[in-house]
């Protein structure tokens, strides 16, 4: 190279990173400016006690304090225990709450009620609320999830993951391991993509875990059986693999849930999957009939499990966490498995093969600081912390945050799970659109805990569920 | 300043603050249990139901199995702390090395707020990490699951809420111990009375109001039992621990059914009256009729 290009590289150079360091700066003017009308406020916001969570209390709220002096108290709590103070807060109007976590789940019923500043008009009205680095088209179309009927935004993204299938590596890539499955199944160990498949994995491995005197099982089950954890297994995970979608609830025909009315609830299909599930649960570790979203992370982690579903928003630490993980660098990632036709379902758009788990950070309409609860907002969306989150939390909701490198570093230790994120996360769907969610789950629930206690046969119990579900409708009156 | 009316301005904040936090949210509760009112229904206002709530919870079977296993909770709980209370309060009346640390450690519990109780007989009891299902295992080679059996997990329950609340029932029996006359057991000795006739004719008439204040306390706790229950089981397996106060919470909360919710509250507190006048009319009645 000679000189002359030599000092136009430099000169180019300097010029990108003064321009890079002049919008630093003028991002933190903004943020400092901003923040000036509103010292002395303190916002509140309510989570649920999740690593992502945990690094918005811990990371993002001091960081945004600093530059904007603004003071942000997050309070993580359990999921219940979320749910029980958000909603009572904005029922009863007292304005505990400036940020509150929405799963994508519960979306529907805080619009119907109209709980939720709509985000989008709240900018257009104060464009000097707006910051320089935040841009609804950075996000993902999980945010899509969170947009009204006119289209605007009424949650934050903060987390977004999929329920993905997590195996051993090192189990499976062992020699002696595979020699012995050749010859008990006649096929060679790979990740399993049918559920016949993955039943003949689990129960190889939970006789070997038997025979070799390790603690060790053929797969998970999040089959808790008084705990909402296991219904949304069943429902979320499970049923929709064998072609069950909506739980089996079709709300274009008056929410039917009974095969007699038009439901999917009790057929022959979600009977099928219920029965592939409970034997799932009766060959996984023992601790699996306790066992919630956290607690199946824990027993993968502890290296108990071959295989599993286990939610996205473990994967990382699992992978990459020596201090909470036993299986660092022996975890692949794989679609789930599923039963034929699914597949051709999701990509069609008629279905789906797995939960698109995620949530956001809403503003209750009943906030008292409403202004300073969007700038916060806008402040944990911006592409510029995403990364380091991600690293944290496994979630990504923005588009660049795949492309930055030591996401794709983390992306390669997880075996490819942020890849699937990005690339078949559209197979992926979240819980449907019903306003009526908790109401209709803790419902049927009872019934659904007897079936996994074998005090109801599994096939009684889904055509009890189906009645009970119709039942419930119509008592909340959606369904006439 | 008439007296009278010093009184009354002193004590008026405490009626103030009582009235606002108990009396009204009382009627409030009462009025509700009224209504038919769900905010997640289609039509999310309270709709006056006249009794159809506590005609409907009449014939709620998971009600009324929610009931019975509360019932046998309490009885199963309170009755073990009254005993294990009585014997430890006994042993506390002695002198032996070390007792002052072991008193110290045995209120330990009553510290603790009960979803911390909850949270530490989970890990205790969860299979494969703690600590109970291991020794049973190695002692007794016996699996316990209270993931999976009922019984195991109804016992669990009572054998968690026996070692919560057993040190109030210890505490309150000291008191009443240490308060008794000497004279009465002297004469009792002199006369030739052996250690079970001095309990059953001097010591346990003696300490009567303290044992029916205590159980009366822990009846009425035992009965709204929830935090501990749901962080250990979350009322299962299947309904096996679905105490009343789970129930209630299960349905208020997340089902938000606040009308129905409602009017099992007031059932449950009028149930709890109810027993606890049982016991009155069954244990100090009597006695105040015989003074009398």
Redesign the interface.
């Known amino acids: 190279m000679s000189f002359i290009s030599k000092l136009g590289v430099s000169v180019i150079a300097l010029a990108v990173s003064a321009t890079a360091v002049s919008a630093e700066s003028s991002n933190a003017a903004f943020w400092a400016e901003a923040g000036k009308a509103y010292q002395g406020v303190t916002l509140h916001g309510v989570t649920e006690s999740t690593p992502p969570s945990n690094y918005v209390k811990d990371v993002l709220a001091p960081e945004f304090e600093k530059l904007t002096g603004i003071r942000v108290d997050i309070e993580t709590t359990s999921w219940?225990q979320m749910?029980?103070k958000a909603?009572k807060d904005m029922?009863a109007g007292t304005g505990i709450y400036d940020m509150v976590y929405i799963e994508q789940d519960i979306i529907y019923?805080y619009l119907?009620?109209n709980f939720l500043v709509d985000t989008t008009q709240l900018l257009k009205d104060n464009p000097a609320l707006k910051a320089p680095t935040y841009d609804e088209a950075n996000f993902t179309t999980f945010a899509n999830y969170f947009r009204g009927e006119n289209g605007d935004l009424f949650g934050i993204p903060m987390e977004a993951f999929i329920k993905v299938y997590l195996y051993r590596t090192d189990l499976f890539n062992d020699p002696e391991v595979q020699a012995a499955f050749k010859e008990k199944t006649g096929r060679d160990l790979k990740p399993a993509t049918t559920h016949a498949e993955y039943t003949e994995i689990a129960e190889f491995f939970t006789q070997w875990g038997k025979d070799h005197g390790g603690?060790l099982w053929g797969t998970t089950a999040q089959a808790?059986?008084?705990?909402?954890a296991s219904w949304y297994e069943y429902f979320e995970s499970i049923a929709p693999t064998f072609g069950v979608y909506n739980w089996g609830i079709d709300a274009n025909n008056n929410y039917a849930a009974t095969v007699a009315n038009g439901g999917q609830m009790n057929s022959d299909a979600a009977k099928a999957a219920m029965k592939y599930w409970l034997h799932l649960r009766d060959i996984a570790?023992?601790?699996?009939?306790?066992s919630t979203w956290t607690?199946v992370a824990t027993t993968f982690a502890a290296g108990?499990a071959a295989q599993g579903l286990v939610y996205g928003e473990n994967a990382a630490w699992i992978a990459s966490d020596e201090s909470k993980s036993r299986v660092v660098g022996k975890v692949g990632v794989a679609m789930p498995p599923m039963e034929a036709g699914v597949m051709a379902d999701a990509e069609s758009g008629k279905g789906y093969v797995g939960y698109y788990d995620g949530g956001a950070f809403g503003l209750p309409i009943t906030s008292k600081n409403k202004e300073a609860a969007m700038l916060f907002l806008q402040f944990i969306a911006q592409d510029e912390v995403q990364a380091d989150w991600a690293l944290a939390g496994s979630r990504i909701t923005n588009n660049a945050t795949y492309d930055d490198p030591k996401v794709q570093e983390l992306d390669a230790k997880l075996n490819g799970y942020f890849t699937m994120l990005r690339d078949q996360g559209k197979l992926f769907a979240g819980a449907p659109p019903y306003?009526?969610h908790?109401?209709l789950?803790?419902?049927t629930a009872?019934i659904f805990?007897?079936i996994?206690?074998g005090?109801i046969d599994p096939d009684k119990g889904l055509d009890m569920m189906a009645e009970k579900s119709e039942e419930e409708l119509k008592?909340?009156?959606?369904r006439k | 300043m008439h007296p009278n009316k010093l009184g009354w301005l002193l004590l008026a904040p405490t009626m103030l603050i009582l009235f606002l936090f108990g009396v009204v949210p009382f009627f409030y509760v009462i009025w509700v249990s009224f209504h038919q009112w769900n905010p997640f229904a289609a039509d999310p206002s309270m709709i006056f139901n006249w009794a159809s709530n506590y005609r409907q919870l009449v014939f709620d079977a998971q009600f009324m199995a929610s009931l019975g296993v509360t019932l046998a909770f309490v009885f199963f709980a309170v009755l073990s702390e009254l005993v294990i209370g009585y014997l430890l309060a006994q042993a506390f009346m002695k002198d032996f090395p070390g007792k002052a640390f072991f008193r110290t450690i045995h209120t330990l519990p009553l510290i603790m707020a009960p979803i911390i109780v909850g949270s530490i007989w989970k890990l205790m009891t969860t299979p494969s990490i703690g600590i109970i299902p291991s020794l049973l295992d190695s002692w007794f080679g016996y699996n316990l699951n209270i993931g999976q059996s009922a019984m195991a997990a109804f016992i669990t329950t009572v054998v968690m809420d026996i070692w919560h609340w057993t040190p109030l029932v210890t505490l309150s029996l000291i008191a009443a111990l240490v308060s008794l006359p000497a004279d009465p057991f002297e004469q009792a000795q002199i006369d030739g009375a052996n250690k079970r006739q001095i309990f059953w004719h001097i010591t346990l008439p003696m300490i009567r109001p303290a044992i029916i204040a205590t159980v009366f306390i822990r009846l009425m706790d035992a009965m709204r039992t929830v935090d501990e229950v749901l962080m250990l089981t979350g009322g299962g397996p299947g309904s096996a621990t679905r105490y009343v106060g789970v129930h209630i919470f299960k349905e208020v909360f997340p089902r938000t059914n606040y009308g129905y919710g409602s009017a099992i509250s007031v059932i449950v507190l009028y149930l709890t009256i109810v027993v606890c006048w049982l016991l009155y009319v069954g244990l100090i009645a009597p006695r105040n009729t015989k003074k009398g």
């Open positions: 219940d749910y029980d909603i029922e019923a119907s009620r603690d808790h059986t008084g705990h909402a570790p023992p601790e699996s009939v306790q607690e108990r306003p009526f908790a109401q789950r803790e419902a009872p805990y007897q996994l206690t005090a008592a909340l009156g959606y």
